[in-house]
């Protein structure tokens, strides 16, 4: 998909958020003060780099630090597709009725750190309930031939729930579909060799395109070890890191659970998780899935798939003909559009993180993404916002108010 045509800032959020996550728009400079003049030259429409050339900043997390070579034959391809289908497909515990119960621990700057005990149960593909208490925070959540039932009206999710549950859960659910670039490398994780798989979605094939030696900023990331069969760590975004830990496994049915998780974000420990218990689910017909004290929310999960969102910006506190600065943040977005628990998860120059969120915070669009049809349930989501930052045009310079501002 060819980027978006340079949009405003109040226009960004909500074109990202229907776009692929290659959508891209320019930021307008901020609105000049009270007696100021607004009279300002255009400043030229610019070719964006794109995100699969521009690699990460170092993460000791990484464990991709070269040696990354494209998957460019159907047979390659194919083998590629089926190791994560093979490993995915082995921790999968929905093949089964369950009950997991899982507890956490969060560290950090955000209001819903602390500790966390969630339980997740389904009997049959038509029945699912899960509970979670934490901070400031306890929800029961059934729902019931697609329709859900909780105690929580509002909608809103503290952030480090959200990853928990995304943790849990979201790497099943990520489609790699016919856009995707694949990459593919080996190296080693605490002593053991593994196979990491680069997935670039929403690149058109293109024989020319580059790649840098390591992870870009367009690449999630999933890491297997070939002796398993087994996911040793999966990274949505550059600066994210979920590690599974099977030193003493669960072993449910044909399914092997990781007895842990760890969540760590721009080099720190934030979440520590551990299964407490998997076990067969009760039947259906239980009293836990009843819906007494409960109200019909809508149609649908209250928490939704993270909406991804990537600008670009002149600025003049950037040397003139020197490269583009990328900063990757993320935060919780409620179902009325608040951004909150705002986080670094990578960047390339300090200087520009705090631009960057003050940018997140100011894309009025994500407030109005939609109101859902009457019957659907309010979604909040995690947002996760890419910005990359040029260079003010010398001929701008002096003349344009800067977005920095």
Same mark, same amino acid.
């Given at each position: 998909?060819? /980027? ?39 400043? %030229?429409?610019? #070719? ?33 597709? !089926? ?13 089964? /009725? ?36 934490? /901070? ?11 329709? @859900? ?8 999710? /503290?952030? #480090? ?31 053991? !060799?593994?196979?990491?798989v680069l997935v670039a979605r929403h690149v058109a094939g293109d024989s020319q395109r580059q790649f840098p030696d390591g992870r870009s900023f367009a690449d999630s990331e999933y890491c297997v070890d070939p002796?398993?069969?087994? @996911? ?73 798939? %993270?909406?991804?969102? #990537? ?12 490269? %583009? ?15 909150? !628990? ?29 109101? %859902? ?33």
């Open positions: 998909m060819r /980027p978006a045509r340079p949009l405003t800032i109040a226009a960004l959020a909500l074109a990202a958020a229907m776009l692929p996550a290659t959508a891209a728009a320019q930021i307008a400079p901020s609105s000049p003060q009270p007696g100021v003049a607004t009279a300002q030259p255009r400043l %030229p429409i610019i #070719r964006v780099t794109p995100l699969t050339n521009i690699p990460i900043p170092y993460d000791q997390s990484e464990p991709v630090t070269g040696g990354a070579h494209l998957i460019n034959t159907p047979e390659d391809r194919a083998q590629t597709l !089926e190791l994560l289908r093979n490993a995915l497909a082995l921790s999968n515990i929905r093949l089964h /009725p369950y009950d997991w119960k899982t507890s956490f621990t969060s560290y950090g700057s955000s209001s819903s750190d602390g500790r966390w005990i969630l339980e997740d149960m389904s009997p049959n593909r038509n029945i699912y309930r899960w509970t979670a208490q934490g /901070p400031n925070f306890s929800g029961t959540f059934l729902t019931v031939n697609r329709l @859900l039932w909780s105690n929580q009206e509002g909608g809103a999710m /503290p952030l #480090r729930l959200a990853q928990v549950r995304l943790a849990m859960w979201e790497q099943f659910f990520q489609p790699i579909g016919v856009y995707a670039a694949l990459r593919v490398a080996t190296g080693n994780l605490n002593g053991a !060799e593994l196979r990491r002796q398993s069969g087994l @996911l040793a760590s999966y990274s949505p975004y550059p600066g994210l890191y979920i590690r599974y830990d099977y030193a003493n496994p669960v072993h449910f049915h044909q399914q092997i659970i990781p007895d842990a998780f760890t969540i760590l974000e721009n080099g720190q420990t934030i979440i520590q998780a551990r299964t407490d218990s998997v076990t067969d689910a009760p039947t259906g017909t239980s009293d836990l899935f009843g819906t007494d004290g409960l109200n019909a929310i809508g149609v649908g999960q209250l928490i939704a798939v %993270p909406m991804v969102v #990537r600008g670009f910006d002149y600025n003049s506190k950037l040397p003139e003909g020197s490269g %583009p600065c990328v900063v990757t943040l993320h935060g919780m977005l409620s179902p009325k559009g608040q951004l909150s !628990e705002v986080e670094i998860l990578a960047t390339t120059d300090p200087s520009m993180d705090q631009i960057a969120i003050r940018h997140a915070s100011r894309i009025p669009a994500v407030r109005r993404m939609g109101t %859902p049809q009457p019957g659907q349930s309010p979604r909040a989501r995690e947002a996760v916002f890419t910005f990359e930052f040029l260079p003010m045009p010398a001929t701008a310079i002096n003349t344009a108010p800067s977005a920095a501002n």
